[in-house]
């Protein structure tokens, strides 16, 4: 390789050719043609401890609260003229190529602090190369009013991004890297061989115990939340108005605020009952807007910026907002250690509680759990009644598989329903038409 050929971080070649995040289909450029100059600038990034990071793990664990940390951020500027090289193909066409190194990272995820593409220009986030694994095609789709943009965790300590952009649009790209997120925890293990990370009694949501919950399956998705690098898990919430297409998520106010980087990715479940088997991580989302918080009873509702895909199948799930305790029937569907899907049940009565925080009644407490359990990364996860309707979402507890005798908190949905002003409570989005009803089945979004 001749190293005179880039000198600086930008350098114009001129090359002759032989010739989910929501993406469109297609491929990286140099997957199917080749360059015949052909360099990529490497940036490695400083080192990360992450044993020390495992370490600060198992001393925050103590806190009942804290959702599971996986990826801490790495801050950078990197945009498409101080970084990376430029390709101009003999049509006019141009491609530009970065390769971006974290030491030993497991996961590696980019925000972008700016992100506006023209349309026909195409980005893809390369993971190994060789296995042809990579994200994209990443589109003026992808825009957003904000201009930010965030991509899920692709396996391995490097990534290679391509940004394809027609002749026809030349220049009018921006893209610029504001952090690099190292994932020291591979909470998305995709490669072979493909294992569990969540406690042994936790439970498939692909077994006999899930399906009384099949449609509320398909409600439920793993979050990352951008710069904090951590998971929580969270579920998609119908309206009272049967017409109503919007895309609410229900998840803990203490997973966070700042959600405007925040990635859900949908269907991430075993394709088997038992434990290890396949999973996909291709169906996935960007960009939340806060709609209602309330931190007594620990909820957050928020709005979903992008259109999901109808070919992700999802179901918004219904709720109850009565505050009553007659359930002797429940179960959470969550992302336990940023595991695949998992159920949970008990078949004691809930009972009203409070968290450290709140006020009293604010929560209903799963004395136990009698199938599976929750762990760290369960944090925002729906509690289900026996109707299937959403009654509270996770706080907190003691419920591990080493302690079957463990509870679990949940903000009620009735303490959230009237609390404070609108932008504190649940009634004004969940009941838009003030109709006054307490409870609804769920429906799913595309279907009638």
């Known amino acids: 390789m001749d190293s005179t050929i880039l000198r600086n971080a930008v350098l114009l070649i001129i090359t002759t050719l032989v010739v989910t995040q929501i ?53 950078v500027n990197f945009n498409l003229t101080n970084s990376g090289a430029w390709y101009i193909l003999p049509n006019g066409d141009r491609l530009w190529r970065l390769k971006i190194i974290s030491p030993g990272a497991k996961l590696t995820s980019i925000i972008f602090n700016h992100y506006n593409l023209p349309t026909g220009a195409q980005l893809f986030i390369i993971g190994n190369e060789e296995r042809q694994e990579f994200l994209g095609a990443l589109t003026s789709e992808n825009n957003k009013a904000h201009g930010r943009l965030s991509t899920r965790p692709i396996e391995g300590e490097s990534v290679t991004l391509e940004y394809y952009e027609p002749k026809e649009v030349t220049g009018r790209g921006n ?28 439970i498939n949501v692909r077994c006999p115990l899930g399906g009384y919950y099949h449609d509320q399956v398909r409600s439920v998705a793993a979050i990352t939340t951008g710069r904090f690098g951590r998971i929580c898990s969270g579920t998609m919430i119908a309206t009272a108005d049967p017409t109503d297409k919007k895309q609410y998520f229900l998840t803990a106010a203490h997973c966070g605020s700042d959600t405007s980087d925040w990635v859900l990715v949908f269907n991430y479940e075993s394709s088997t ?27 957050l509702l928020l709005e979903v910026e992008e259109t999901i895909p109808k070919e992700y199948n999802v179901y918004l799930s219904g709720w109850n907002a009565l505050n009553h305790n007659e359930q002797h029937f429940a179960c959470a569907i969550h992302h336990p250690m940023g595991d695949v899907k998992k159920v949970s049940c008990t078949y ?45 979402q996770l706080t907190g507890g003691t419920a591990d598989c080493s302690w079957p005798e463990g509870y679990d908190a949940f903000g009620k ?31 799913y979004l595309y279907r009638d």
């Open 413 to 443: 949905i009735s303490a959230s329903w009237k609390t404070g002003n609108k932008y504190q409570r649940l009634k004004d989005w969940l009941d838009p038409k003030n109709t006054g009803v307490m409870f609804i089945d769920g429906r």
């Open 273 to 299: 009952c038992p434990r290890g088997g396949e999973r996909t991580l291709d169906d996935t989302v960007s960009g939340l807007k806060v709609v209602a918080k309330n931190v007594e009873t620990d909820f």
């Open 23 to 75: 993406t469109k289909p297609g491929q990286p450029y140099t997957f199917k043609n080749t360059l015949s100059v052909y360099y990529t600038p490497v940036i490695i990034l400083p080192p990360v401890n992450n044993e020390a990071l495992l370490e600060e793990d198992a001393i925050e664990a103590r806190n009942q609260k804290l959702p599971l940390r996986f990826a801490v951020p790495i801050d």
């Open 348 to 392: 004691l009565p809930l009972m009203h509680a409070s968290f450290p925080g709140s006020f009293p009644g604010s929560h209903w407490k799963v004395q136990r759990w009698f199938n599976g359990t929750t762990e760290r990364g369960s944090s925002g996860s729906a509690l289900f009644d026996s109707q299937r309707r959403i009654v509270g």
């Open 175 to 202: 893209l610029s890297i504001q952090t690099i997120m190292h994932g020291y925890r591979n909470v998305f293990p995709k490669s072979e061989p493909m294992q569990d990370l969540s406690g042994p009694c936790n």
